[in-house]
């Protein structure tokens, strides 16, 4: 925010202070206006151009907006429509700066900011946003976060004015009831039928960018490559919802969509594939409505537990879904609550990464050994022993690089921020695209994770010939990695470190080379499709019988 000494001034509410200055967003501008101002120019070409163009000091305050709204703004001598604003919330009179920015909702709604009067408009806009309050009953911003954003991502308001109103999110749920959403669903698959191609639903708690949802997109094309024309639906929506969106029609339950109107829609016989115990609340209506379930469980028991997936998984199977684990372990841990599940082990699609990004990483790699890491970085994927691990490491080796791929809570964002204080060579490029790239410029995967269903990431990192040395917690792929890498009891964490180093001084050429014709040979994705496609059709046979 550009500082403006003539707008400063203080909002109070409780243990919230916050200076007027804080109203213009030089980036923001700098957005709008195309223009390469620094901050000192951007708000005085605002002053001066901008407000008459209709430019926004900011993403909440709405210039033109407010013109309409307030047509004799300018009547006490102020030169822009933000003027005025501020002018009348110092002196406590109420004013919208945005259509979905209501002050007396605002306080209404949180009384540790009663006292605000008329600067509830804009504490919202300095710091209500950013704490994730709800700014008018027109925009729900739990929904808006849990739905469209990524985990830990703020902002709500302004993410919807700057990106989410162009790519169709709503502000708020907007229920469709059963009637509703057949038609939709009837609609969508007519436009489906020029294709000449068989509907399938597949069915994903999210689109966030990680495991699951990205299974669910390999699945999609290579189900399309089989005449199946993919429709999608989403508990929530998420950064991938785009390339969903590319693969078929998508459906996002929290959007407001009934489930059983929307399987009433489709074509009697259609098959459905359930990605998730996550997921399994939704399996309940379509299998009850008559679909062709198949649901797929990625999750290891305890987890299941914990987020009390359990009777979901119960309805849904008692409704007509036939359950299939994705690992071993989890059918062996499930067996008591479900009896014996069909296993079948998920193959893999590596992401595509061009040649300049192996090149990149290879030039940007340095002398010392590199140890990698991957996931949402929180507790249950133990980014703490992942610190723990790197910085013993690092005592034996000081010239040793850390990378984590992804995005870090607010707990392993403070971990990371006190390991690099210390002086760990830390890496966080958050989520990547080209992620292949990081594995291959990296020595070793550290799967330091209390629970984890996979992780794929370890499987990505093998098929570039990188091994991983982990600690034998609640994972799943336990018992099937001879020849990946090598898992150490939790209790033996003082050899961790001394193990790591020695897998980083074994890596060679060869012994890439070989790593990557075995991870060939376990993770064929075509034969993992063909497995699911003849239990959804030996689903149908029996129906039919």
Known sequence: MANRSRWTSTVSGGRHQVNLDSIFDSSYYRLQSGL????????????????????????????????????????????????????????????????????????ATYPDLADLGGRAALHFIALGDDEG?????????????????????????????????????????????RAQSALAMRQAITALRTTGMRPILLVCHDAQAAGVPILTLDLARALRARSYAPIFLLGNAGPLTARFQELGPVFVQSEGWDTTGLAEGLPKGTRALINTGAAAGMAVPLAKFGLECLLLIHEMPDYLREQSFLQPLRAARDAGARLVASMPLMAKALEPEFGALNVVTPGIVLPPTPLAAFVQRRKSRGHGPVFIGAGYADRRKGFDRFIEAA????????????????????????????????????????????????????????????????????????????????????????????????????????????????????????????????????????????TLDKLLTASLTTAAT
């Open 133 to 177: 309050r709800r700014p008018s009953a027109g925009f729900d911003t739990d929904f808006y976060q849990r739905c469209y954003l990524r985990p830990g991502q703020n902002g709500a308001l302004r993410h919807y004015v700057t990106a989410g109103k162009a790519l169709g999110h709503l502000p708020r749920p907007l229920p469709r009831n």
């Open 391 to 530: 910085e013993a490491i690092a005592g034996q080796s000081p010239r040793a690089r850390f990378v984590w791929l992804g995005a870090l809570d607010a707990w392993a964002q403070s971990l990371a921020d006190a390991a690099k204080v210390r002086g760990l060579n830390l890496t966080l490029p958050g989520f990547v695209d080209d992620s292949l790239a990081w594995y291959r410029g990296a020595d070793v995967y550290l799967l330091t994770s209390r629970q984890d269903p996979g992780p794929t990431t370890v499987i990505h990192a093998a098929a570039v010939g990188t091994p991983f040395v982990g600690y034998a917690a609640d994972i799943g792929l336990i018992g099937l990695t001879e020849g990946i890498g090598q898992f150490l009891p939790v209790a033996q964490q003082a050899n961790f470190a001394a193990l790591a180093l020695d897998m980083a001084a074994g890596v060679t050429a060869a012994s890439r080379r070989r790593l990557r014709r075995l991870i060939r040979q376990k993770t064929d994705f075509a034969r993992y499709v063909d």
């Open 36 to 107: 390469d101002f620094d901050d000192a120019q951007a708000v005085l070409h605002f002053q001066t151009q901008g407000d008459a163009l209709g430019l926004d000091p900011n993403a909440c305050f709405s210039t033109v907006w407010y013109k309409n709204r307030y047509p004799k703004w300018s009547r006490r001598g102020a030169q822009t429509a933000v003027e005025d604003f501020l002018r009348r919330s110092e002196k406590g009179e109420d004013r919208q700066p945005h259509p979905l920015i209501d002050p007396a909702f605002y306080r």
